[in-house]
């Protein structure tokens, strides 16, 4: 089986595509897009990629290509916990002018960032790995990649500063896409087992998400996340992202879809089942 990732080497998504798949040829892609058109044109079996961070929220790039570009099936997730490092070439300068990595372990970082190099500037990459790559390749340059201790290992740098992220408890989710059956490191029911519904409302009127709402709330349907997305058919045009804890096949969420029907809503759903970690 051919499972594509958001690479190179040594980024948290290859952590997270380990944990998901015990057996596989990983198959690194440059950008989520391509990675999620990688399924699509059978160039790989299966996509893993970032959904949402603790600290930062969705990853929209992921959300909105999901549900507008490539409607592939969500056949599993994973969480992985976020531990961010400051990189610097082991034969290169000790001092620090540039800092590049992916936006969200930028931000993951803020608070460290704005006490030790305030002067910094700082370079957005398509990934943690992508930064450390960069890193390695340019010795000269004064720079310095946030990014794993994996790609630490894999591109050979020295760890400068260890768990720089602003708060303990960084976690990524990540899923796994594909129009086949695979088979995940899974075994039974998990607590973060989760049912992610897109939902559109009929028409803009007062208490038309409320009414949607009421549906799960008197089913005693636990929603874990709500977020609105644009719909990018024009300016206020929303839907909304739902995740519900439990899967699909217990009877509650099954019993949800009459009463969304009946209030002319449409909606999409995928089942996110998680690896044990
Ligand atoms: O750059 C990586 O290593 C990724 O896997 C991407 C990503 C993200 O999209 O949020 C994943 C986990 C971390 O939160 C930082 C970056």
Redesign the pocket.
Known sequence: MKIGY?GPKG???EMAARGLFEIGELVPYRTIPSCMDAVESKEVDVAVV?IE?AI?GS?NLTIDYLIHKQRIPIVGGITVP?EQHLLINRDGSQEVNKIMS?P??IA?CHEFLQKKYPDAEWEYMN???AAADFVKKNPELKVAAI??ELAAKEYGLHIKHENIHDFSNNR?SFVALSNDSVTLTCNGPHSEDKTMLMVTLPSDFPGALHQVLSAFAWRKLNMTKIESRPTKTGLGNYFFIIDVQGLMDDVLIPGLFPSLKHLGVEWRFWAVIHAIR
């Open positions: 958001l980024t948290f998504t970032p961070n930062e990853v976020i992916h969200h372990a993951q990934s943690t790995g990014a794993n990524t």
